[in-house]
């Protein structure tokens, strides 16, 4: 399986690079060496040449190098991130230059690369975040001094940040030539903020197009909304078609573990994009099952502070996964890296709930918090 029927596109004007619009997320990779290396090859043969990983996914660089010999770098636009806030390498690692540069060098040896296509500052979640990272002697200045020895080509950031903040980031940073979104059928939240980064010429890289695997779950309620909207049951096949109807975004990320997530994304993002009308119909029916309009959490966080640190809205979010959606396999890896030590925003277990009665009252979507957290707990819980 080639892409065949999808054209190169600019990889935002100011990389002034080309791309096709679907690359490899390098995030969960086999974990047999040899197995990861000729699945790399098979997507790079195949068109993805974008490579999207981090100093944070295991030994992800490490599988990259062995697959970039033999010509293979030279395919490739490598991208590698890291920030502290994430993952500490070591349990001194900051935000300062001098530690983002070393991380840096540290992504180059493990890749065996003499030099990186993208190094990006990683997961911007808040203005402070932002702050940290750009301000004099922070972060970015660390991957400048990297970029004017030429060890790095251009720079850029991936966010899970407020869509007002990221507009923001876009105005003042006149050094980005890339970002990375999350963007699909249910959560379109940064649509704004990609269409103003294209037009900016910075290249706009989309993350979780199959909703982080909810799509790939047989939950009625999104069987339904597509059946209804586009009279086919196919959601992955209408997520592609779907992300492919904007014309925004450069290219989107498809993480891959096995032989069929290249052929069958390729498959379906070269089919037809979804009309206008189409997507219409899809929006309205998907605004139906929406959180706030079938009375799940919708995250304006009246019910903190929890006296446990629970993170309440966190726990609520997988709640609509499992209980409204049926995805329960999304739903056990969200609360997995909730209650995750090495996750930064780590929340206290649901089990922790002492039922004090402060979050309930003050809920907006009058949610039973508590008997919710103890079936999520009995659910997913060790
Ligand atoms: S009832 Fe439980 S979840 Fe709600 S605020 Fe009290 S401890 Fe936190
Ligand atoms: S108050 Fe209710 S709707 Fe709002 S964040 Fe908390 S659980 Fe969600």
């Known amino acids: 399986m080639k892409i065949t029927q999808t054209k190169l596109v600019d ?44 100093r944070g996914y295991g030994d992800s660089e490490l599988k990259l190098a062995k697959a970039l010999k033999d010509g293979y770098r030279e395919k490739v636009i490598l991208s590698t991130k890291w920030c502290p806030w994430n993952i500490k390498i070591e349990p001194t690692d900051d935000t300062s230059a001098e530690c983002v540069y070393k991380r840096l060098l540290e992504s180059m040896k493990r890749l065996d690369a003499d030099y990186l296509d993208f190094y990006q500052l990683w997961s911007i979640n808040n203005n402070e975040q932002w702050l940290g990272a750009t301000c004099k002697g922070g972060m970015l ?20 940040d407020k869509p007002e903040n990221v507009s923001r980031y876009i105005d003042e940073a006149d050094w980005c030539e890339s970002i990375l979104f999350t963007y699909n059928i249910l959560d379109t939240s940064y649509e704004e903020a990609i269409a103003k980064a294209h037009e900016k010429g910075i290249a706009t890289i989309v993350m979780n197009p199959i909703g982080g695997g909810v799509l790939t779950e047989d939950s009625p309620p999104l069987n339904d909304a597509v059946k209804n909207a586009i009279g086919a049951a196919d959601l992955i096949e209408i997520a592609h078609r779907w992300l492919k ?26 089919k037809d994009p979804l009309t206008a009308e189409q997507k219409q119909r899809l929006s309205a029916e998907i605004a139906k099952i929406s959180k706030k309009n079938v009375g799940f959490c919708v995250d304006c966080k ?3 502070p929890c006296p446990k640190g629970i993170d309440i809205p966190g726990f609520m979010h997988i709640a609509y996964f499992s209980e409204f959606l049926k995805a329960d396999e999304r739903a056990r890896d969200v609360y997995n890296w909730l209650v995750n030590p090495s996750n930064a925003s780590k929340s206290a277990d649901p089990g922790e709930c002492i039922e004090c009665g402060k979050c309930e009252p003050k809920c907006t979507q009058k949610i039973e918090i508590v008997e919710m957290l103890k079936t999520l707990k009995s659910k997913f819980g060790q």
């Open 141 to 160: 200045d660390g991957i400048f001094r990297a970029k004017k020895e030429g060890l790095v080509k251009h720079i850029g950031f991936t966010t899970h």
């Open 302 to 304: 009246y019910c903190l």
């Open 245 to 270: 109807s904007n014309k925004n975004i450069d290219t989107i990320i498809c993480g891959i573990t096995k032989p069929s997530d290249i052929t069958s994304t390729i498959e379906n993002y070269e």
């Open 11 to 54: 990889f935002g004007k100011r990389s002034e690079l080309k791309v096709y619009p679907v690359s490899i997320g390098a995030m969960r990779l086999p974990q047999d060496d040899s197995e990861a290396v000729s699945l790399l090859r098979q997507a790079i043969d195949a068109g993805m040449i974008y490579i999207d990983t981090s």
